[in-house]
């Protein structure tokens, strides 16, 4: 714990409080909301903020404040089963490959590399002509789109360790491989597993965002912030801009933070992007 | 040699990646004979009528052979919702995306590279600017950024066109402005920090401070020695970010509702036209691999090195 605090250093420490409010108003949001995120009334349109609406109603006449926590539950729920998808998988592939080698990498490196050439948001629109919009598909064909970005990390981490003496060492005593990948192999590219999944958290946010902006995503009338951020475009330029500001603002924040937490914990190479 | 093993390796991947997409749209739930009369109630006969004109009852294989060999010579075959040539509505739209994805490279590469550098070299107050701006700019979505520049620019101030791609070179440049900065901001921060971080390593490398001790003026071994090799590894960086505009450019095209294939393939998906999904997907796959492959030959040429060690 110590050695965290003194990582993150002071700044790094504000990210970690911003993640942890966030993460607290989604898990809490039954509690804390004020009304219920998806009725609204049509006297109260485009209130302004006051003690009754924190921050004020969108154009049809919802509690901001309240869809901003509910929709923290699906903009934090996406990217969650996005990051932990792409782990298991890619860890499960690459360690796979590396202690196989030969043909089986061989082959799992071709299927990877075919992967490689889909934009991450082309094969999830692909997986969402195919099996239907909404949330789950959205954030599952965002998985696998990132696959071949943390195995390719874990890969190359894990072929270095395989040659090392804990690894031969066990294999010549006749240990099975499955319980030396998972006993000594694994807890020596597990850093590397979720400092990856810090930073590409950022990038399945913003990405399921985009999805929901384009009405592929989280479907209304469910608070979700990629959807506020649609769905205040016209009454941005009505003169209205609380929704979509305050939406954008929350998914700019959250990504900026987990992207400095992800920085300060080993860099966006763990993720196994380029940049 | 390298170049023949990546072009063919780009034709194997294009041609699994086609097989991929056309057996997806196969296996999607809904018959196109269904979509195609929309919930009418239709004879057997015209049903049938319609299979034989799209060819749905020939087995898979003779399908996907009889569209790739087509799609070869061009051809796209029609939309499902408004009986067009898909190619034509492609032709239509293609100059928009690619225009977008040109100007916002442009932006990345003067925007990106230039606070840098200037990051880079001087220290202090202007280094935490960018560096501040370069982490902030990579977590605004693009979405986000098309809505508050044209909520700014263009309805605020009336600086520029809402929407629209306009037409001529002068005024499409001006209606795609705002477009091409919204889509270049993040990757213009990554560019940045990225060259930020090559400049104060090459600084601080033993030929430069060579370089000064010699007495070789400041300004000489910057341009000659820092930001020359310092472009190396910012050379590939660039170029990862351009391939992946491709995908960034619908989402922005579709908040600006520019005419261009992002918003095409957009409205494809919403309404399941597969014709039009399928030929974007791959020739957006096409792009994307063309374009990688030009950076890594790029790279190669820049640094002998990197041919020998693929190679191998």
Redesign the interface.
Known sequence: MKRFVKRMGPLGMVAVGIVLVVVLGAVLAPVIAPYDPTVGSVTQRYLGPSAEHLLGTDQAGRDIFSRLLWGARSSLVGPLIVVVVTAVFGTVLALTSVWFGGLVDSFISRILDLLFAFPNLLLAMLAIVVFGSGLSTAALALAVAYIPYTARVIRSTALRERNLPYIRSPQLQGIAGPVITVRHLLPNVAPLIITGATINFGFAMIELAALSFLGLGVQPPQADWGLMVSNGQQSLQKGYPAESLLAGLCIVITVAALGYVGEKLGGRAAAGRKA | MYVLRRLLALVG??I??SF??FS??Y???GSPENFLVQGRTVTPEVLAAIREQYSLDDPFFVRFWNWLTNVLQGDFGQSLTNRQEVGDLLANRLPTTLSLVALSALIIVILGIGLGIIAGVRDGIVDKIVLLGS??G???????AA??LM?VFS?GLGWFPVFGSGTGFLDRLWHLTLPALALALPSAA??AR?TRTAIREERDSEHSVMAIARGVPARIVLRRHVIRNSMLPVS??VG??I??L???S??VE??FTLDGLGTL??TA??R?D?AV?QAI?II??AG??IINLLVDLLYAAIDPRVGTRHAS
């Open positions: 991947v294009l699994v990646s991929l997409v997806a749209m296996a999607a739930p982490t902030v990579f977590a605004v979505p693009t979405f986000f809505l508050l909520s309805v990554v560019v990225i590939t960086i990862v970010h391939a992946g491709i995908a960034g619908f989402v579709y908040a393939l957009v998906v919403q399941k597969f999904v997907a957006l796959v994307f691999g």
